[in-house]
């Protein structure tokens, strides 16, 4: 972006709540079922039909908010947006307006300086605010196909969603999606939300505007709706930035609207002029009495609250002696944080544990939303880790023994014992190996006492060929050194 111009970006995320109903009424919030299978009179807004709230879902907003150092408001209400639209049944959304259940709270989150996410690059940290955090269901969803035609599917009206509202507090793509990463990964964790981008579950609507640098005046401001990746984030929002800089820099204006982001061409379009609050003529919702959370309510849940994953990838660090990229690998999602912290609880090396896991589990490992399935337990990394450090198998082997044992219970130990792969430790049998190995390569051994110690992997490849990968690497190495003279 040009050096004469800044940009200054709001976002607001909605965030599915992981309750097994949905807000005012027993539906099932679960997704993929055929269309409009999941609907009764209230979701469909049939006329006499009246809402009850979700108890659990004021639960997991509760503690979202907390999460994220919001304050609770002892007292909120529900009120209806009203706007009319083929997915919304009733002709208004319930949501939180003007009395919503909590306010204020912020995102701290990384940038990268350099290269990108996961990488040891230097990263700055910064803060966030948000506005508010407020409670409201979701819409309905409309369904297009090739022929031209369209339906809605109602599955969804009527889900729990908590909208997460940001200050304008970020200035670049980059920092958008920093934010964003952060925010998910502290739903996640938390166990109220799945981050599941793909299914909806965890969208964004970005409000972007631009202002001549070192302004304090605010520009006019374009929404951008429903993105549904951390990439298409940053390319959208670069893409609206530049267009509102060409229209500014040729002299046109910005006009506020909510526009989309095509993937095809890399820019943005129009979609409608933005309605105002006024347009929705928000009022109180005459079904559904305040909401209130006393004191004792609000204690109960932030004592549930579990370690954040920035405290965390922060612990692993400072306590575990893990380096940041480590750290940061290990917290992407709260089930593989758990798997490492359980085995590296069981095992005095917490970094071979965390480069075991790293370089052999993860790969195998599948995520479904907070849920997760390993290949392997725990204690079968522990053991097999166990092996290599006592001198009874190598590294190569072990990742032969970690592949027998992927989807078993079998006990590592039991597995080399079975397979014969017990490394060989004898000093004896391997200084006949290696002596061997010397007198059938007599040229390469004169090569080597010559000054050209190049050649010395040769030989501790020809051992360990010898062998059957069996012989114990450190034991060979000392041992040819010993024979050719080093």
């Known amino acids: 972006m040009s050096g004469s111009w800044e940009a200054v970006i709001g976002l607001e995320v909605h965030a599915q709540l992981l309750t097994r109903t949905k807000l005012f009424c027993a539906c099932a919030t679960s997704f993929g079922a055929p269309p409009n299978t999941h609907v009764c009179p209230t979701c469909l807004g049939l006329p006499g039909a009246l809402p009850v709230l979700n108890g659990e879902a004021v639960r ?119 934010y964003l990463r952060a925010l998910r990964d502290v739903l996640v964790f938390l166990g109220v939300n799945d981050g599941n981008l793909e299914e909806g579950s965890f969208r964004c609507d970005a409000n972007v505007s631009i202002r001549p640098a070192g302004s304090s005046t605010l520009g006019t401001r374009v929404e951008l709706k429903n993105i549904n990746s951390f990439r298409f984030v940053e390319k959208a929002l670069a893409g609206e930035i530049a267009r509102q800089r060409d229209v500014l820099e040729s002299g046109g204006r910005i006009v506020q609207e ?53 405290a965390k990838r922060e612990r692993f660090v400072s306590e575990l002696a893990l380096s940041p990229y480590a750290a940061q690998v290990l917290t992407q999602h709260p089930r593989v944080a758990a798997f490492f912290e359980e085995a590296a609880t069981l095992s005095l090396d917490a970094v071979a544990v965390a480069n075991f896991i790293q370089g052999e589990v993860l790969r195998d490992v599948t995520t479904s939303g907070v849920e997760a399935d390993f290949p392997v337990s725990p204690g079968q990394v522990v053991e097999i880790l166990k092996l290599v450090s006592q001198g009874k198998i190598s590294g190569k082997q072990a990742k032969e023994v970690y592949a027998k044992a992927k989807g078993t219970t079998a006990s590592p130990a039991a597995l080399v014992a079975d397979l014969g792969m017990a490394q060989v430790s004898d000093p004896a049998a391997i200084e006949a190996a290696c002596a061997k190995v010397i007198a059938d390569n007599a040229k390469q051994a004169e090569q080597y006492r010559s000054g050209k110690t190049g050649v010395f992997g040769f030989f501790v490849g020809q051992v360990m060929k010898a062998t059957k990968g069996s012989a114990n690497p450190q034991l060979v190495n000392e041992t040819l050194k010993r024979l050719l003279g080093a």
Request: proline share 8%; aromatic share 8%; net charge negative.
């Open 60 to 178: 997991m907003a509760v503690r979202t908010a907390l999460s994220l150092g919001c304050t609770i408001k002892e007292s909120s209400r529900f009120a209806r947006k009203n706007y009319f639209y083929p997915d919304l049944p009733k002709g208004y959304q319930i949501s939180q307006f003007d009395e919503p259940f909590s306010e204020g709270g912020y995102v701290e989150f990384e940038v990268e300086e350099a290269a990108g996410p996961g990488s040891d690059a230097p990263s700055t940290t910064r803060r966030a605010r948000l506005t508010r955090i407020h409670m409201e269901e979701d819409a309905g969803k409309n369904l297009h196909d090739l022929a031209g035609g369209s339906v809605v599917d109602l599955n969804r009206a009527g889900t729990p969603l908590v909208e997460i509202v940001g200050e304008p507090d970020l200035r670049t793509p980059a920092e958008a999606a920093g």
């Open 258 to 310: 909510t526009r989309g982001w095509d993937e095809k061409t890399s820019s943005t379009f129009s979609l409608r002029s933005k309605e105002t609050a006024q347009d929705y003529r928000y009022f109180p919702e005459p079904d559904l009495p305040p909401l209130h959370l006393d004191d004792a309510f609000v204690a109960t849940l932030r004592a549930t609250l579990p370690e954040t994953p920035r």
